[in-house]
């Protein structure tokens, strides 16, 4: 199965920002934007593995900055890192000012999906090879949050999380 670059997954999402979509202080819901970000990230997934992809996870939602009506809002996935067969998604949130046109981080998450093939059983994906600083440190940081994840749930022995432990030795 050949590797592949963060860069291959990218999937970049603009749109406007709707009265309907916005909360009484006129903010983008919080869930519309979930729901935004599971859509590029699930697109991104697809991309990577060129198989059906689930969301297995949302693991680290950061709502950082209001969207206001009216702004024009990015979503920007790509595959940090893949596993055997789930793939770990971040994704950047970006709001442009209207005037200068400038754009500022407004919000990040990361999701875990897993390809499935047509019965729904997982099937393997390929890995990732990181080019950019960025997203060496992504690519890095996604083994410690796997391994935390395990962990927690009980999956993991905490002396199996060598990436955990590095962190404090």
């Known amino acids: 199965m050949t590797t592949k670059t963060p860069q291959q997954s990218r999937t970049i999402m603009t749109d406007l920002v709707l009265p309907s979509e916005t909360n009484p202080l006129n903010n ?59 793939m770990e998604v971040f994704i950047d949130v970006w709001i442009e000012d209207r005037e200068s046109g400038e754009r500022t981080k407004a919000n990040e998450a990361i999701y875990t999906f897993v390809a499935v093939d047509e019965t729904g059983r997982p099937i393997a994906v390929p890995q990732v090879e990181p080019e950019s600083d960025l997203e060496k440190e992504r690519f890095a940081a996604a083994l410690r949050r796997k391994q935390l994840s395990l962990l927690l749930a009980g999956k993991m022995k905490p002396q199996d999380a060598t990436e955990l432990k590095a962190l404090f030795e």
């Open 28 to 86: 983008l819901f919080g869930g519309e934007l979930l729901a935004r970000m599971d859509r590029a990230a699930s697109i991104a997934a697809r991309r990577h593995s060129r198989r059906i992809v689930v969301t297995a996870s949302v693991n680290h939602v950061a709502f950082n900055r209001a969207v206001p009506l009216g702004s024009v809002v990015t979503v920007e996935a790509k595959v940090s890192r893949a596993f055997k067969t789930s």
